[in-house]
């Protein structure tokens, strides 16, 4: 066997509402809860299993989390981060304030979900597709 990603989990103050934010946003379906973790499925067999983090953790350290989506995928995510009226950027530095930028052909955002991770949705992986 192959080393293949599986899982990771993504800490939060609230494992429900993140799950729920994060699978509106992505239009993806919330996995049977278990044990301390609401997951997340990707058709890639990837899992993102949310989980509280301990009370004595006064801050989550922020992590990147990027998603190549389609254009379809990308206009109903897009749509949702402006009715929502969140904050967006065209890069990971927080430029070009509710832009999104155009990288290698195709189109990109960045956005924070409710415990600061920044969040990256692009049309074209970095370097363009494969020729």
């Known amino acids: ?4 990603f599986n899982h ?3 800490g939060c103050r609230d494992n429900r509402e993140t799950a729920e934010f994060w699978a509106d946003i992505l239009g993806l379906d919330i996995g049977k809860e278990w044990g301390p973790f609401i997951p997340i499925p990707l058709d890639n067999g990837v899992t993102f299993d949310f989980a509280k983090v301990p009370p004595f953790v006064s801050e ?3 992590q990147h989390y990027a998603f190549l989506v389609s254009e379809a995928e990308f206009d109903a995510a897009y749509a949702k981060i402006q009715r929502y009226k969140l904050d967006h950027w065209a890069d990971p530095q927080q430029h070009g304030v509710n832009e999104i930028n155009h990288n290698d052909g195709g189109r990109g955002v960045y ?5 600061g991770h920044f ?3 692009i049309t074209v992986p970095y370097g363009g597709w494969p020729t």
């Open 1 to 4: 066997m192959s080393v293949q």
């Open 8 to 10: 990771t989990i993504v």
């Open 60 to 62: 989550i350290q922020p």
């Open 111 to 115: 956005f924070l979900d409710p415990n």
């Open 119 to 121: 969040l990256e949705l």
